[in-house]
Every structure is written in structure tokens, then in C-alpha cells.
T-cell receptor, first 114, second 113 residues
Framework: AQSVAQPEDQVNVAEGNPLTVKCTYS??????LFWYVQYPNRGLQFLLK??????LVKGSYGFEAEFNKSQTSFHLKKPSALVSDSALYFC????????????FGTGTRLQVFP | DAGVIQSPRHEVTEMGQEVTLRCKPI?????LFWYRQTMMRGLELLIY????????DSGMPEDRFSAKMPNASFSTLKIQPSEPRDSAVYFC???????????FGEGSWLTVV
């Protein structure tokens, strides 16, 4: 079955430190991969995506993600966390046979402490 | 662009009442999606449309739920009759044909008491 796993319910990091939010997927072929962020009481905002090409993709607010095909992972990273980055982060995948759909992970809550 | 517009943003209703959620997709987007977010089940795709035609409604939980898209700029999700377990955040989203990024609205926060 196609699925996305975000193994950490919550990630805590001090402001100024690097952060990583993990995502692995189980989809055959070459899926499209996405990260979205949800701030409290708001909708999902698109952060970045990997479709093809360079494995390191850069997105909004200084975030980046690295696609690793052998490990079927797409971890979200930022070199220096801000308190304002505290939010709920969702990894999502579109299967190659149906790129209309998005399959979401369960979300990881990022808490950045001052 | 104004983004995906949803209304109402918040609704509290009594069990048994009809609920209608509304969505205006981004202009020029041919795909429209309805998602539901709950603590227990996360984000679930309920139904999506392409050029106003329902393509996949396999995520619609039961017959109490229905969705329509009468034209390219408007869609509704209706729950009749509503039940407490329908309490959730309902998101509308849209995408361009040939595009690969789905853009979400701010959500409709539904509470059924």
C-alpha cells in the first residue's frame, strides 16, 4: 500500500540550531514529494516539492529538503531554526500513476524554543 | 491572487442539521479537492473534481456527505444530517491542469454538538 511515514510526532529544537523533520515513503516508481506547513488555526501552506532533478530542493522561509531514492526519504531541513518556524509540518506524496492525488503523513509538530 | 476561499470559517451546529461548506478555487485552476482533517485520522481526501466533474469520491465517508461543483468557480460540500463525529476541519484545495502543486484554503472548522 502507498504510504508516507513521519516517525516523529514532535521535534524540539533551540532557536539558531539546525532542524530536521523526517519523512519516508512507500510508493513504487518515482513519486512527486511535497512538504506543507500548517500554523495554528490556518490552512496548509506549500513549502517545497521534488519532482525530478537535483536531489536537494529549496523552498520558502529558508527550508530545504533532500530526496534520497535509496532510502525512500525526503527529510525537511533548515540550517538555523526560528521561533516562528514552530508549526505542524506535513510530508506528502503523489504516486506516479496518479499525480492528481496527495497522500499525507500524520504530521510532525516542530517546537522551536528561544 | 486571492487564493482558495472557503466559507464559513467556523460553524457550530446541532446534530441532525444540514451543513453546507463552500469553496471558490483559485481562478484558472481546473482541479478542486475536498479534504478533511481530524486528530484521529489526519488528512483524508474526500473527493476531487476535474473540470467540474467528480473524478474520485471514494473518500466520501457515507451517503450523508455530498459534493457538487456547478461551475468552475464554486463548489459545495454538504452534510445531511450532521453528526458529532463529523466535527473536523474541512479543507478545499485546487490545482492547475498540468501543474503538480495543490493549494489549500484556510479551512472550515465544523463542530457538531
Amino acid at each position: 500500500a502507498q504510504s508516507v511515514a513521519q516517525p516523529e510526532d514532535q521535534v524540539n529544537v533551540a532557536e539558531g540550531n539546525p532542524l530536521t523533520v523526517k519523512c519516508t515513503y512507500s510508493v513504487s516508481g518515482n513519486p512527486y514529494l511535497f512538504w506543507y506547513v500548517q500554523y495554528p488555526n490556518r490552512g496548509l501552506q506549500f513549502l517545497l516539492k521534488y519532482i525530478t532533478g537535483d536531489n536537494l530542493v529549496k523552498g520558502s522561509y529558508g527550508f530545504e529538503a533532500e530526496f534520497n531514492k535509496s532510502q525512500t526519504s525526503f527529510h525537511l531541513k533548515k540550517p538555523s531554526a526560528l521561533v516562528s518556524d514552530s508549526a505542524l509540518y506535513f510530508c506528502a506524496v503523489s504516486p506516479p500513476h496518479n499525480t492528481d492525488k496527495l497522500i499525507f503523513g500524520t504530521g510532525t509538530r516542530l517546537q522551536v524554543f528561544p | 491572487d486571492a487564493g482558495v476561499i472557503q466559507s464559513p470559517r467556523h460553524e457550530v451546529t446541532e446534530m441532525g442539521q444540514e451543513v453546507t461548506l463552500r469553496c471558490k478555487p483559485i481562478s484558472g485552476h481546473d482541479y478542486l479537492f475536498w479534504y478533511r482533517q481530524t486528530m484521529m485520522r489526519g488528512l483524508e481526501l474526500l473527493i476531487y473534481f476535474n473540470n467540474n466533474v467528480p473524478i474520485d469520491d471514494s473518500g466520501m465517508p457515507e451517503d450523508r456527505f455530498s459534493a457538487k461543483m456547478p461551475n468552475a468557480s464554486f463548489s459545495t460540500l454538504k452534510i445531511q444530517p450532521s453528526e458529532p463525529r463529523d466535527s473536523a476541519v474541512y479543507f478545499c484545495a485546487s490545482k492547475q491542469v498540468g501543474g503538480n502543486t495543490i493549494y489549500f484554503g484556510e479551512g472550515s472548522w465544523l463542530t457538531v454538538v
